[in-house]
Protein backbone atom coordinates (compact mmCIF):
# COMPACT_ATOMS: atom_id res chain seq x y z
CA UNK A 1 0.00 0.00 0.00
CA UNK A 2 1.03 3.57 -0.84
CA UNK A 3 0.11 7.08 0.72
CA UNK A 4 1.21 10.70 -0.06
CA UNK A 5 0.94 13.23 3.04
CA UNK A 6 1.65 17.04 1.81
CA UNK A 7 1.74 19.45 4.55
CA UNK A 8 0.11 22.11 4.14
CA UNK A 9 -2.67 22.74 1.78
CA UNK A 10 -1.73 26.65 1.24
CA UNK A 11 1.22 28.34 0.78
CA UNK A 12 2.07 31.57 -0.03
CA UNK A 13 5.33 33.38 -0.46
CA UNK A 14 6.65 36.51 -1.85
CA UNK A 15 7.97 36.63 -5.05
CA UNK A 16 11.77 35.96 -5.06
CA UNK A 17 11.38 34.09 -1.77
CA UNK A 18 12.20 30.51 -1.42
CA UNK A 19 9.59 27.68 -1.92
CA UNK A 20 9.18 24.98 0.25
CA UNK A 21 6.73 22.40 -0.34
CA UNK A 22 6.34 19.59 1.67
CA UNK A 23 5.61 16.06 0.76
CA UNK A 24 5.60 12.51 3.25
CA UNK A 25 4.89 9.31 1.42
CA UNK A 26 4.31 5.76 2.64
CA UNK A 27 5.28 2.87 0.25
CA UNK A 28 5.85 -1.17 0.96
CA UNK A 29 8.29 -1.21 -2.34
CA UNK A 30 10.92 0.86 -3.51
CA UNK A 31 8.87 3.74 -4.55
CA UNK A 32 8.84 6.02 -7.74
CA UNK A 33 8.49 9.81 -6.41
CA UNK A 34 6.93 12.84 -8.68
CA UNK A 35 5.72 16.27 -8.36
CA UNK A 36 3.10 17.77 -10.85
CA UNK A 37 1.83 20.56 -10.93
CA UNK A 38 -1.80 21.72 -12.33
CA UNK A 39 -2.74 25.60 -13.66
CA UNK A 40 -6.40 26.40 -13.62
CA UNK A 41 -8.49 24.19 -15.86
CA UNK A 42 -5.79 22.13 -17.32
CA UNK A 43 -4.41 18.64 -16.72
CA UNK A 44 -1.34 17.62 -14.76
CA UNK A 45 2.07 18.31 -16.02
CA UNK A 46 5.48 16.62 -14.47
CA UNK A 47 7.83 18.95 -12.77
CA UNK A 48 10.05 16.06 -11.86
CA UNK A 49 10.33 12.52 -10.77
CA UNK A 50 12.92 10.19 -8.78
CA UNK A 51 13.35 6.43 -9.37
CA UNK A 52 16.44 5.65 -8.48
CA UNK A 53 20.52 7.14 -8.38
CA UNK A 54 20.63 10.59 -7.55
CA UNK A 55 18.81 11.59 -4.52
CA UNK A 56 18.30 15.16 -5.39
CA UNK A 57 16.34 15.88 -8.64
CA UNK A 58 16.24 18.89 -10.83
CA UNK A 59 12.92 19.63 -12.77
CA UNK A 60 11.52 21.81 -15.25
CA UNK A 61 11.31 25.94 -14.37
CA UNK A 62 14.04 25.59 -11.76
CA UNK A 63 12.58 23.44 -9.12
CA UNK A 64 14.09 20.93 -7.21
CA UNK A 65 13.16 17.70 -4.66
CA UNK A 66 15.37 15.35 -2.85
CA UNK A 67 14.65 12.09 -1.85
CA UNK A 68 15.47 11.20 1.84
CA UNK A 69 14.68 7.62 2.59
CA UNK A 70 15.12 8.06 6.44
CA UNK A 71 12.54 10.45 6.90
CA UNK A 72 10.40 9.42 4.18
CA UNK A 73 10.17 12.73 2.45
CA UNK A 74 10.57 14.20 -0.78
CA UNK A 75 9.74 18.05 -0.51
CA UNK A 76 10.16 20.62 -3.24
CA UNK A 77 11.62 23.48 -3.44
CA UNK A 78 12.87 26.76 -5.73
CA UNK A 79 15.22 29.22 -4.66
CA UNK A 80 13.42 32.48 -5.71
CA UNK A 81 9.48 32.00 -6.61
CA UNK A 82 8.02 33.98 -9.79
CA UNK A 83 4.57 34.99 -9.92
CA UNK A 84 4.33 32.25 -12.52
CA UNK A 85 4.43 29.56 -10.28
CA UNK A 86 1.46 30.33 -8.42
CA UNK A 87 -0.55 27.20 -9.05
CA UNK A 88 -1.19 24.04 -7.41
CA UNK A 89 1.22 21.07 -6.67
CA UNK A 90 0.84 17.29 -6.69
CA UNK A 91 3.21 15.48 -4.86
CA UNK A 92 2.52 11.49 -5.81
CA UNK A 93 4.13 7.92 -5.41
CA UNK A 94 3.76 4.85 -7.77
CA UNK A 95 4.74 0.88 -7.01
CA UNK A 96 8.34 0.59 -8.85
CA UNK A 97 8.50 0.68 -12.82
CA UNK A 98 4.53 1.66 -13.12
CA UNK A 99 4.12 5.31 -12.93
CA UNK A 100 0.04 4.63 -14.13
CA UNK A 101 -0.85 3.68 -11.21
CA UNK A 102 0.21 6.56 -8.87
CA UNK A 103 -0.82 7.59 -6.30
CA UNK A 104 -1.31 11.70 -5.39
CA UNK A 105 -1.44 13.69 -2.25
CA UNK A 106 -4.44 15.80 -1.71
CA UNK A 107 -2.25 18.83 -3.12
CA UNK A 108 -0.86 22.37 -1.75
CA UNK A 109 -1.71 25.71 -3.82
CA UNK A 110 1.14 27.85 -3.92
CA UNK A 111 0.38 31.55 -3.82
CA UNK A 112 2.57 34.13 -4.89
CA UNK A 113 2.57 37.83 -3.85
CA UNK A 114 4.07 40.79 -5.48
CA UNK B 1 2.78 15.76 -31.82
CA UNK B 2 -0.62 15.97 -30.35
CA UNK B 3 -0.79 15.40 -26.41
CA UNK B 4 -3.30 13.21 -24.34
CA UNK B 5 -6.85 14.67 -25.85
CA UNK B 6 -10.18 13.96 -23.89
CA UNK B 7 -13.93 14.70 -24.80
CA UNK B 8 -16.08 15.89 -24.01
CA UNK B 9 -14.53 18.79 -21.74
CA UNK B 10 -17.50 19.35 -20.30
CA UNK B 11 -20.43 17.61 -19.07
CA UNK B 12 -23.41 17.66 -17.49
CA UNK B 13 -25.48 14.66 -16.66
CA UNK B 14 -28.47 13.89 -14.15
CA UNK B 15 -28.32 11.24 -11.25
CA UNK B 16 -29.29 7.76 -12.37
CA UNK B 17 -28.19 8.33 -16.24
CA UNK B 18 -24.66 6.62 -17.65
CA UNK B 19 -22.01 8.54 -19.11
CA UNK B 20 -19.19 7.84 -21.29
CA UNK B 21 -15.51 9.95 -21.76
CA UNK B 22 -12.74 9.09 -24.35
CA UNK B 23 -9.48 9.72 -24.30
CA UNK B 24 -7.12 9.78 -26.95
CA UNK B 25 -3.25 8.80 -25.89
CA UNK B 26 0.10 10.42 -27.33
CA UNK B 27 0.81 8.62 -30.68
CA UNK B 28 3.06 5.72 -29.75
CA UNK B 29 1.49 5.21 -25.57
CA UNK B 30 0.60 2.11 -25.04
CA UNK B 31 -0.81 2.40 -21.58
CA UNK B 32 -3.84 4.67 -20.75
CA UNK B 33 -4.59 5.38 -16.75
CA UNK B 34 -7.52 7.26 -15.66
CA UNK B 35 -7.95 9.79 -12.35
CA UNK B 36 -10.78 10.98 -10.76
CA UNK B 37 -10.31 14.04 -8.96
CA UNK B 38 -12.93 15.65 -6.82
CA UNK B 39 -12.46 19.59 -6.39
CA UNK B 40 -9.86 20.14 -3.81
CA UNK B 41 -8.32 16.86 -3.46
CA UNK B 42 -5.83 14.92 -5.35
CA UNK B 43 -6.31 12.38 -8.66
CA UNK B 44 -7.49 9.41 -7.46
CA UNK B 45 -6.36 6.11 -9.93
CA UNK B 46 -10.16 4.22 -11.42
CA UNK B 47 -8.03 2.29 -13.94
CA UNK B 48 -5.17 1.26 -15.63
CA UNK B 49 -5.01 -0.37 -19.04
CA UNK B 50 -1.93 -1.83 -21.16
CA UNK B 51 -2.26 -3.73 -24.60
CA UNK B 52 -6.02 -3.54 -24.18
CA UNK B 53 -5.96 -5.19 -20.64
CA UNK B 54 -6.91 -4.26 -17.76
CA UNK B 55 -3.61 -3.56 -15.41
CA UNK B 56 -5.40 -2.47 -12.63
CA UNK B 57 -8.10 -1.20 -10.43
CA UNK B 58 -8.64 1.23 -7.92
CA UNK B 59 -11.09 1.38 -4.96
CA UNK B 60 -13.99 2.23 -6.97
CA UNK B 61 -17.52 0.61 -7.31
CA UNK B 62 -18.81 -1.66 -10.17
CA UNK B 63 -20.45 1.20 -11.81
CA UNK B 64 -17.31 2.22 -12.95
CA UNK B 65 -15.71 0.45 -16.14
CA UNK B 66 -13.10 0.90 -19.00
CA UNK B 67 -11.86 -0.26 -22.23
CA UNK B 68 -9.18 0.33 -24.72
CA UNK B 69 -9.34 -0.37 -28.35
CA UNK B 70 -6.55 -1.59 -30.94
CA UNK B 71 -5.40 2.06 -31.63
CA UNK B 72 -4.63 2.56 -27.68
CA UNK B 73 -7.79 4.74 -27.27
CA UNK B 74 -9.97 4.32 -23.97
CA UNK B 75 -13.60 4.64 -22.61
CA UNK B 76 -14.57 5.37 -19.08
CA UNK B 77 -18.09 4.64 -18.56
CA UNK B 78 -19.95 5.45 -15.46
CA UNK B 79 -23.27 4.31 -14.80
CA UNK B 80 -25.90 4.95 -12.28
CA UNK B 81 -24.43 8.25 -11.61
CA UNK B 82 -24.65 10.01 -8.15
CA UNK B 83 -24.18 13.46 -7.32
CA UNK B 84 -20.52 11.93 -5.44
CA UNK B 85 -19.60 11.39 -9.15
CA UNK B 86 -19.51 15.09 -10.03
CA UNK B 87 -15.34 15.15 -10.75
CA UNK B 88 -12.25 16.47 -12.69
CA UNK B 89 -11.93 13.14 -14.75
CA UNK B 90 -7.99 12.87 -15.93
CA UNK B 91 -6.51 10.76 -18.16
CA UNK B 92 -2.99 9.80 -18.65
CA UNK B 93 -0.94 8.15 -21.18
CA UNK B 94 2.55 6.45 -21.10
CA UNK B 95 5.11 4.35 -22.76
CA UNK B 96 6.24 2.24 -20.52
CA UNK B 97 10.07 1.82 -20.78
CA UNK B 98 12.84 0.18 -18.55
CA UNK B 99 15.17 1.66 -16.10
CA UNK B 100 12.70 4.24 -14.60
CA UNK B 101 12.07 6.69 -17.40
CA UNK B 102 8.32 6.37 -18.00
CA UNK B 103 6.80 9.16 -18.22
CA UNK B 104 2.67 10.07 -17.51
CA UNK B 105 0.79 12.68 -19.86
CA UNK B 106 -1.94 14.25 -18.77
CA UNK B 107 -5.30 15.33 -20.96
CA UNK B 108 -6.71 18.90 -19.98
CA UNK B 109 -9.61 16.06 -18.32
CA UNK B 110 -13.43 16.01 -18.82
CA UNK B 111 -15.36 18.13 -16.27
CA UNK B 112 -18.43 15.96 -15.03
CA UNK B 113 -21.32 17.66 -12.89
CA UNK B 114 -24.04 15.36 -11.68
CA UNK B 115 -27.29 17.40 -11.22
Known amino acids: AQSVTQLGSHVSVSEGALVLLRCNYSSSVPPYLFWYVQYPNQGLQLLLKYTTGATLVKGINGFEAEFKKSETSFHLTKPSAHMSDAAEYFC????????????FGDGTTLTVKP | DAGVTQSPTHLIKTRGQQVTLRCSPISGHKSVSWYQQVLGQGPQFIFQYYEKEERGRGNFPDRFSARQFPNYSSELNVNALLLGDSALYLCASSLPLAGGNEKLFFGSGTQLSVL
Open chain 1, 92 to 103: AVSPYTNAGKST
